[in-house]
């Protein structure tokens, strides 16, 4: 199966049934984060496209049901699954930060990590978050890995975050994947009235799939977010 994971950031409610619907045209996975609805609306990505499955999860729950609602949505994350794939797929798990799917001997992992900061507390919450991904990873014996999401940190040897997930991908033999020199942009964040500008999405590969791995690459196409997509074919 050629998977074509693109992460984009749905920022803007009434944008999302036309650049999901785009996506859908070219891509047979989809990992999404940003998305923002509440669980009442999640509805409205299930319904985006009937040619495909969809798993999502909402992180307004405990907003929405507690008092009034300050400032705008937060959080979310979905994967959307062409059905000729979505046949053979399986919910392994389905929580805030990360959604774990397996197809056939493929298991397909969106995350969308923390802001990352010299927090103990953040440094405590990353470091679970691998530890849970690590301990479904060893549940499925002999699985191949496409991870892939929002990590919220530049690749860098003097970044801790990238420090803790090489010693990851090391033990669970995944490869972090480099911007192919054709992808039109080095970043996937920008934002331009500060012109700031980085690269913070990002895939990891089973090293045994990299060598079928054509293309990683920035979408700089219809989006509007300050959020570029990144590809993978």
């Given at each position: 199966m050629h998977s074509r994971p693109y992460f984009v950031d749905w920022a803007l409610e009434h944008l999302l049934y036309c650049i999901v619907t785009d996506l859908c045209e070219h891509y047979d996975v989809i990992f999404c984060q940003e998305h923002w609805p509440s669980p009442d609306f999640l509805y409205k990505i299930d319904v985006v496209s009937t040619d495909f499955a969809c798993f999502s999860k909402s992180s307004t729950k405990t907003a929405v049901t507690g008092w009034v609602l300050l400032g705008r949505p937060f959080g979310g994350i979905s994967v959307l699954i062409r059905n000729q794939y979505a046949s053979d797929a399986k919910l392994i798990a389905l929580e805030k930060r990360f959604i774990v799917i397996?197809?056939?001997?493929?298991?397909?992992i969106n995350v969308y990590l923390p802001n990352c900061?010299?927090?103990?507390?953040?440094?405590?919450n990353f470091l679970d978050k691998l530890c849970a991904v690590g301990e479904i990873i060893d549940q499925q014996q002999n699985a191949q890995v496409a991870l892939g999401g929002y990590f919220n940190f530049v690749f860098c040897e003097t970044n801790w975050s990238y420090r803790m997930l090489r010693e990851f991908s090391d033990e669970y033999k995944i490869s972090p994947m480099p911007l192919s020199p054709s992808s039109p942009t080095g970043y996937s964040y920008c934002q331009k009235t500060l012109q700031h500008h980085s690269l913070i999405d990002h895939f990891c590969i089973s090293v045994d799939m990299v060598p079928a791995v054509l293309r990683?690459?920035?979408d700089a196409g219809n989006n509007l977010s300050d959020y570029l997509p990144d590809e993978c074919f």
């Open positions: 397996s197809i056939n001997n493929l298991l397909l900061d010299s927090t103990e507390e953040y440094k405590s990683v690459s920035i």
